[in-house]
């Protein structure tokens, strides 16, 4: 069975562009999530999506968003891209049978924006 | 706001030993689940071991346990007859509702030969 799948592998943008994060969950998996492991800050939570809908958010500013499509695959686009946004970007997927189902997680996309 | 501490930056021992790594977490809530996860230089985030916080039972994986103890707030991992490959960045991670996993700072394992 596949697991989560994350493209591109890399991404090199410039500060001000939008950069577009693709997540393929697990088979079956209709909850979708999206980590942010910067250097120094850990991980730390983005985005969940499930059945189509955001259904809960991190402490991050708007110009992070995203959307889930109806075979449950995910995008994660961030705009007006700042230095700072330079990390690896985890995407989990889960079933959602409850409120803490165990996440499964991608190999990442390595963002660096310069 | 929920937080897990992993004390323990980096730790190194040598192959076949047995190593613990230790984890706490604060939260006022009774029902919640922790996580240990790998991360090999590969990057690939991967599930070691769970534990639900109702069960009294300590849970195992082969060569993996952790010893939780509710009471104190602490998790800790223990990895019996250590193998190269099992060098890794180790996170803890707590659970307790809304999906959100809330991560340590890790501890930087490495296996030496």
């Known amino acids: 069975e596949a697991g989560v799948t994350q493209s591109p592998t890399h991404l090199i943008k410039t500060r001000g562009q939008q950069a577009t994060l693709r997540c393929s969950p697990i088979?079956?998996?209709?909850?979708v999530y999206w980590y942010q492991q910067a250097l120094g800050l850990g991980l730390q939570f983005l985005l969940w999506y499930d059945e189509g809908e955001e259904r809960n958010r991190g402490n991050f500013p708007p110009r992070f968003s995203g959307r889930q499509f109806p075979n449950y695959s995910s995008e994660l686009n961030v705009n007006a891209l700042e230095l700072e946004d330079s990390a690896l970007y985890l995407c989990a997927s889960s079933l959602y049978l409850s409120p803490t189902d165990t996440q499964y997680f991608g190999p990442g996309t390595r963002l660096t924006v310069l | 706001a929920q937080t897990v501490t992993q004390s323990q930056p980096e730790m190194s021992v040598q192959e076949a030993e047995t190593v613990t790594l230790s984890c706490t977490y604060d939260?006022?809530?009774?029902?919640?689940?922790l996580f240990w996860y790998k991360q090999p230089p590969s990057r690939q985030m991967i599930l070691v071991i769970r534990?639900?916080?109702?069960?009294?039972q300590n849970a195992t994986e082969n060569r993996f346990s952790v010893n939780f103890q509710k009471a104190a707030k602490s998790f800790s991992l223990k990895i019996s007859d250590s193998q190269l490959g099992d060098t890794a960045m180790y996170f803890c991670a707590f659970n307790q509702g809304a999906q959100k996993l809330v991560f340590g700072q890790g501890t930087r394992l490495t296996i030496n030969p």
């Open positions: 534990q639900e916080a109702y069960k009294q």
């Open positions: 088979s079956g998996h209709t909850s």
């Open positions: 939260t006022s809530e009774n029902n919640y689940y």
